[in-house]
């Protein structure tokens, strides 16, 4: 579903990604670990196009992500089109995010009417089904700053599902978190990859990684240092860069 | 009730058998200059008060006499629709231009730019006074659709009539104040909202409407009060223009009977009780944009008088974001 090949992206000098390649398949979830600053949030933010890549190509369907391709030639999306492709990406950051001047329920609704242009009654109905699956039913009229980071995440992750979308990122969801409520949060994202949903998940979470993850990337320096399925990956790591990490987080 | 262990399994001590020991009772520090600083304010004022009250060449039958005289109060209503107009022109320009100078083109940024630069740097009376005398340079306006026969033609004195020149030299100046507000709004709104907007689909103009404006209002309305009561005010000097507003239409009068100070306060229990006013619509408003940023909304100044009068005894509730509105108003002019 997602393929990226030799995706670079530098912030003025910086190169942040120096040629990602991998691939996501249908109803599979993806765990990306590393340390901060390897450039696992900024492919994230790629695959959206909230970032634009400077070389390479990442695609996502197998359509190009934010570029068109016609007769050998690249063409800049419209914003429409950019609206309409991330409109089917669900994202979850980590801090959140969420409109602080509308209630859970409004949060929810706001982008399948505005964007969609579907019916308020059902995206209100919908949106109290997703409430109830993040375990919020009670919280709907309620606005996110009453509500504890556990639960503002959740929200946001109810927000995103609202769009259905056919694939969903996470950028760290649980880092903003006090320790007792990750569970809550991961809870709901495991949840969601049983039912099938197709998850790349940006995370130091390497209990969830290996329970829930079908593959495993270690990113350091904008590479993929290693790759595989998260047991072995995180039991038996090749790389040296790898195992010194793990060491220290495990 | 069971004991715990510390982390190296000792049993912690129980807990005190004698329970919660009695609240203190502390016998208060006395502040006795507060009360003296507190009558020799107070002695002061009354004392400046009564002096004014009582000039001897003070006549308060005049100003009775005036203050509900039909000539003022059309000139109040003059004074409320300049205001109330200008702010609208300056409001909605402001909102453009705001957007205007964040725009990734770097024209019309400049053009942005180069209009607050020019419409904060010179004077609002040059202003007002430049609109009422445009006839002087434009005799003729033709107002046409290009490349068609339609054309009008009047002269602009039939068009820039006094108080439409008052009108665009308090509300284009205003425009370029309230430009620089409203962007301060703009940027104050973290990116975070914008991105998460963005993931879900919004474009920009989506995520300027329901998602950046809504939170920027936070931030706008505030100073917006300071400048609709200084607007207020300030619409008196559009008494160049000769528009019948409340100074313009006391000064008529006391030109007529000489009564000058007692018009100049007729004219100021005018603009009093109207930025009074204003002053509650804001507070208002700031409570209905404060929803989902304070955790209580603060109390509306009538439910704080009944809290005073019955439940006096109460905590005051804790006030996270939203303070009673302060003016300091500015003096442009």
Known sequence: ?250 | MTTGTDILGTPLPAPAAQGRPPTIQAIPVRHPWRWVAAVVVLALAVAVVYTFATAPGLDWSVVRTFLFYPEIMHGVLVTLALTAIAMLIGVVLGVILAVMRLSANPVVSSVSWFYIWFFRGTPVLVQIFFWFNIGSILPYLHIGIPFTSLVWVGTTNQIVTPFLAAILGLGLNEAAYMSEIVRAGIISVDTGQTEAAQALGMNRVLVMRRIVLPQAMRVIIPPTGNETISMLKTSSLAYIATVGELFFIQKEISNFNYDIIELAIVASIWYLAMTSVLTFGQYYLERYFARGAARQLPLTPIQRFRRLLFHTHDPVPVVTAVEPPMFFPRHRP
């Open chain 1, 1 to 250: 579903m997602v393929r990226a090949e030799n995706v670079h992206k530098s912030y003025g000098r910086l190169e942040v990604l120096q040629g990602i390649d991998l691939e996501v398949a249908p109803r599979e979830v993806l765990c990306i670990v590393g340390p901060s600053g390897s450039g696992k949030s900024t492919f994230l933010r790629c695959i959206n196009h909230l970032e634009k890549i400077d070389a390479g190509r990442l695609s996502v369907d197998g359509e190009l992500v934010g570029y068109h391709e016609r007769g050998g030639k690249i063409y800049e999306l419209r914003e429409r089109e950019v609206c309409r492709k991330r409109a089917e990406i669900g994202m979850v950051f980590q801090r959140f995010n969420l409109f602080p001047h509308m209630t859970a329920m409004e949060n929810v609704r706001e982008a399948p009417v505005r964007v969609k242009g579907e019916n308020q009654r059902a995206a209100e109905e919908r949106g109290r089904a997703l409430l109830d699956r993040v375990g919020l039913g009670d919280k709907v009229d309620v606005y996110p700053n009453q509500l504890s980071g556990g639960q503002q995440q959740r929200v946001a992750i109810a927000r995103a599902l609202a769009m259905q979308p056919k694939l969903m990122l996470f950028d760290e969801p649980t880092s903003a978190l006090d320790p007792e409520l990750v569970g809550e949060v991961l809870d709901v994202m495991r949840g969601l990859a049983q039912d099938g949903m197709t998850m790349i998940v940006v995370t130091h979470e390497m209990g969830f990684a290996r329970e829930v993850g079908d593959a495993l990337v270690f990113m350091d320096g904008g590479v993929i240092v290693e790759a595989g399925p998260p047991r072995e990956v995180l039991a038996n790591p090749r790389h040296e860069r790898t195992k010194a990490f793990l060491s220290k987080v495990l």
